[in-house]
């Protein structure tokens, strides 16, 4: 035991000379920068909250009114703008332990992608950059943003970006050119200072699309505060009117690139079905492939049952479609979540369906959000909390208790060795300051050699 605790502490001295950290604090920004990306990768952490932390802090624009419509929390409200335009927020008032990183988030409510027959755009950025400011809040600063995201030719309604902001007080969105020389979005700041968890986009046809935005009525994301008011996800909606899994299959790469949110549903299948009982396989492999994608991108997979519908056209095929979900089910297990059941929903409450027997009416897609927060709520909100008040302090590796093979695991990753992660990032942090350090390392060979 000596000598692996001797390894250990020779990987703390060795890190403590890395980052020029003197007796055991570390000083400067350059140290604290390095330090803190380490620690907030998102393999190192558990599941942790995003709240917003832009609502209705000052908020200004250049050549329009408005600007506070933005960041309200009705979201049937938005900046509207045109082209060659700000949107810049006074973050100063928010702990800076809040705003270290922070996921930046705008919505409109346009079709998702210039994609399938039914395109619909309108008032989108198209180019636009993301900009840090260090100045005092109070006054809207003319000089000093630095550009620390930029975008070119953008074709989605929705988009969010993670953003460093260690030591900035400011954000802004300035667009230089929009669909039809108009803006009309509304733009969230989230904490993300801990990891990107609490971040989501529904995947789908226009049931989707007609469903997950959140400007007509109670959105997703506010269904989930009212179960619980530590939590307000990041909710983009990537539904699109009249595609099916193959469009899913074709483009889910693409959508997946750069953007951080965690869990990603696909919600395909009425479409596939329509007139078609005899297509199930294929659907089967386009979700599949569409799984296998989400996963490869270190995200989890959502999946959830395709609506149960009235139409005759839909509703007797949907069964041999919904199989292959149960299928898929049990093949990946764990690895992806269960997703709401709209099969029996709308078999219960056909009440909630529209003429067409296919699309909810509005009643019909509120039931829907609601359920998606309950359902979700439960499978994983609860789940990580149950998780996070039965792990064992110092426990870092998941093997349900804390010994040497702990602080060994934990030397490892201060050493940012490249097989090693954390398995239990909160377990580690021994000194309760909401990051991982030599610090912890210290107590922990302090509490196995006592």
Request: glycine share 10%; charged share 20%.
């Amino acid at each position: 035991m000596k000598k692996l605790i001797t390894s250990v502490v020779t990987a703390a001295m060795v890190m403590n000379t890395f980052f020029a950290v003197p007796s055991m604090a570390y000083e400067g920004k350059e140290a604290n920068t390095a330090l803190s990306e380490i620690t907030s990768s998102d393999t190192a952490q558990a599941f942790s909250a995003n709240p917003i932390i832009s609502r209705g802090v000052p908020a200004y624009s250049g050549k329009s009114d408005g600007a506070s419509f933005a960041n309200d929390e009705f979201y049937y409200t938005s900046w509207r703008a045109t082209a060659e335009d700000y949107l810049a927020y006074d973050l100063s008032k928010a702990p800076a332990g809040e705003r270290k990183r922070v996921i930046a988030v705008w919505y409109n409510n346009s079709s998702y992608d210039d994609l399938g027959m039914y395109v619909s755009r309108n008032e989108e950025p198209e180019d636009y950059t993301i900009e840090v400011n260090k100045a005092d809040g109070g006054t809207y600063p003319e000089s000093g943003w630095e550009t620390v995201e930029e975008v070119t030719g953008n074709t989605y309604s929705t988009r969010q970006h993670l953003i460093e902001m260690d030591g900035y007080n400011w954000i802004r969105m300035k667009v230089t050119k929009a669909t039809g020389g108009n803006i009309n979005i509304n733009f969230d700041i989230h904490d993300a200072t801990g990891g990107v968890s609490d971040s989501w986009i529904f995947f789908g046809d226009s049931i989707t699309a007609g469903g997950m935005g959140n400007a007509y009525g109670t959105g997703y994301a506010t269904y989930v505060n009212r179960l619980d008011d530590r939590y307000f996800p990041v909710q983009q909606n990537g539904g699109i009117g009249g595609i099916t899994s193959r469009d899913g299959k074709e483009n889910i790469d693409r959508w997946l690139s750069g953007n951080p949110a965690k869990y990603v549903s696909i919600a395909y299948g009425t479409n596939d079905c329509w007139g078609n009982p005899n297509n199930a396989e294929t659907y089967y492999a386009n979700t599949k492939y569409m799984i296998e994608a989400i996963l490869k991108a270190g995200k989890v997979p959502v999946l959830p049952k395709i609506p149960y519908s009235t139409n005759p056209d839909v509703g007797p095929n949907t069964g041999y479609y919904n199989a292959m979900i149960d299928k898929l089910y049990d093949e990946y297990g764990d690895s992806i979540i269960h997703g709401p059941d709209f099969d029996e929903y709308f078999r219960e409450n056909t009440w909630g369906l529209s003429s067409d027997g296919v699309h909810p009416n509005s009643e019909g897609y509120d039931g829907m959000r609601q359920l998606w927060a309950e359902t979700m709520y439960a499978n994983v909100y609860s789940k990580a909390t149950s998780e996070a008040n039965t792990s064992v302090k110092g426990d870092v590796n998941g093997d349900g208790g804390f010994n040497v093979a702990d602080m060994v695991t934990l030397g490892k990753w201060l050493l940012a060795s490249s097989d090693t992660v954390l398995a239990d990032w909160k377990a580690g942090d021994l000194c309760e300051d909401g990051r991982i350090d030599t610090y912890d390392l210290v107590i922990m060979r302090k509490l196995i050699t006592e």
